[in-house]
T-cell receptor, first 114, second 110 residues
Framework: KAGVTQTPRYLIKTRGQQVTLSCSPI?????VSWYQQTPGQGLQFLFE???????NKGNFPGRFSGRQFSNSRSEMNVSTLELGDSALYLC?????????????FGSGTRLTVV | QKEVEQNSGPLSVPEGAIASLNCTYS??????FFWYRQYSGKSPELIMF????GDKEDGRFTAQLNKASQYVSLLIRDSQPSDSATYLC??????????FGTGTRLTVIP
């Protein structure tokens, strides 16, 4: 069964630009979560979507947003990019209402802001 | 105080030895606990989860949970060079997200 697919794998953007990242969860998984991973801060929770609704949000500025489509695919958008947004962005999916059993992560999108 | 704390390491053990990785968490209401392994340049993969106090064994891995002390550990027996990775402890407090520690880097020396 296909895993969690994230596109693109790598991105280089300039400060001030915006970026959209995509995530397709495992078939049948309706919960999609996004995390930012940096060497200093580790994995930090951005937001979680379930049935096209944002259920949970981390402590990130409003420049970070997301959405989920009816087929459970999710996108996250970062506007007005800053150098500090350079990170690995990970998407994770889990079966409906079973985060308690742990996520499956995608391979991530490595974003570099120059 | 961070939600989840881990020693960043690096932790080095010889091949065949037991590697012991530790994690503490701040919220007593935390309900489930996870260990993820992350190889360099790869995404985290789930290796163990535990809900109840005590030990849970899966092959060479044993997770230990002590809710009174707010402490989770992972033991890796007969460590192999292929176990060299960063190990992330994660905690679920009941909402649909996990809190992660910053990870402990383990190196198994052949």
């Amino acid at each position: 069964k296909a895993g969690v697919t994230q596109t693109p794998r790598y991105l280089i953007k300039t400060r001030g630009q915006q970026v959209t990242l995509s995530c397709s969860p495992i078939s049948g998984h309706r919960s999609v979560s996004w995390y930012q991973q940096t060497p200093g801060q580790g994995l930090q929770f951005l937001f979680e979507y379930f049935s096209e609704t944002q259920r949970n949000k981390g402590n990130f500025p409003g420049r970070f947003s997301g959405r989920q489509f009816s087929n459970s695919r999710s996108e996250m958008n970062v506007s007005t990019l800053e150098l500090g947004d350079s990170a690995l962005y990970l998407c994770a999916s889990s079966p409906p209402d079973r985060v308690g059993l742990g996520y499956t992560f995608g391979s991530g999108t490595r974003l570099t802001v120059v | 105080q961070k939600e989840v704390e881990q020693n960043s390491g690096p932790l080095s053990v010889p091949e065949g030895a037991i590697a012991s990785l530790n994690c503490t968490y701040s919220d007593r209401g935390s309900q489930s606990f996870f260990w993820y392994r992350q190889y360099s340049g790869k995404s985290p993969e789930l290796i163990m989860f535990i809900y109840s106090n005590g030990d849970k064994e899966d092959g060479r891995f044993t997770a230990q949970l002590n809710k009174a002390s707010q402490y989770v550990s992972l033991l890796i027996r007969d460590s192999q060079p292929s176990d060299s990775a960063t190990y992330l402890c994660a905690v679920n407090r009941g909402a649909n997200n996990l809190f992660f520690g910053t990870g402990t880097r383990l190196t198994v020396i052949p």
